[in-house]
């Protein structure tokens, strides 16, 4: 064997340890960062069967009750207001049926909304992207595990807080809008009530 084919073996047994080096890194790294994303969220109750229509996957909203009631993604587009990204998604999954409960109390404005679709990750993904362009971030103290909190910043004039996760094919929807604290407790208290009667049924 000359020399210059035992420096080729080598060099492509040095590489070949070098790359899987690195692949078992990055397997250890994303593991880790899993890990580390979900730590110390809660988990919500274990989901329950699939709600028959939209109307029994949300709760009533304390408070006294505002604009309510089923309707169409043309409604969505224009008169009902989610934010633009998970409308998108929506438009282009489709969405065979929405339905919305908003109440007031105490100042906060709530929102909630059921909307069956055919890519409902998809349209969480989206409504997390949307919510955080209009400046929310996400809220670990409120999020649990498959629902991810969104919040404005402590301080902020106006608190807003939102939230959806899946719910089979469904996207489900907990949104509060008032003055600091008044718009966080509330929305503790839509959201634990939401996700009692109906939990996610994806924790990813």
């Known amino acids: 064997?000359?020399?210059?084919?035992?420096?080729?073996?080598?060099?492509?047994?040095?590489?070949?340890?070098?790359?899987?080096?690195?692949?078992?890194?990055?397997?250890v790294s994303a593991t880790g960062y899993l890990l580390t994303r979900n730590a110390g969220l809660a988990d919500p109750p274990d989901a329950k069967p699939a709600p028959e229509h939209s109307a029994l996957a949300l709760v009533e909203p304390p408070g006294a009750p505002g604009p309510s009631g089923p309707f169409?993604?043309?409604?969505?587009r224009s008169t009902?207001?989610?934010?633009?990204?998970?409308?998108?998604?929506?438009?282009?999954?489709?969405?065979?049926?929405?339905?919305?409960?908003?109440?007031?109390?105490?100042?906060v404005t709530i929102?909630?909304?059921?909307?069956?679709?055919?890519?409902?990750?998809?349209?969480?993904?989206a409504y997390g992207a949307g919510v955080e362009l209009q400046g929310l971030a996400a809220d670990r103290d409120l999020s649990l595990e498959g629902v991810t909190v969104y919040g404005t910043p402590v301080g902020a004039p106006l608190a807003r807080f939102g939230a959806a996760y899946v719910l089979y094919d469904r996207v489900v929807v907990v949104e509060t809008a008032g003055q600091g604290d008044a718009a966080h407790d509330v929305f503790?208290?839509?959201?634990?009530?939401?996700?009692?009667?109906?939990?996610?049924?994806?924790?990813?």
Request: hydrophobic share 45%; proline share 5%; charged share 20%.
């Open 1 to 27: 064997m000359t020399s210059d084919v035992r420096r080729q073996r080598r060099e492509l047994t040095l590489g070949i340890a070098i790359i899987v080096v690195l692949a078992l890194g990055l397997a």
């Open 72 to 76: 169409t993604l043309a409604a969505l």
């Open 188 to 204: 503790r208290t839509t959201l634990d009530r939401q996700i009692e009667l109906a939990p996610p049924s994806d924790r990813s």
């Open 80 to 107: 009902v207001s989610l934010p633009q990204p998970m409308v998108d998604v929506l438009t282009t999954a489709g969405m065979t049926d929405g339905m919305r409960k908003t109440a007031v109390r105490a100042g």
């Open 111 to 125: 929102g909630l909304y059921a909307l069956a679709t055919g890519d409902p990750r998809g349209a969480v993904r």
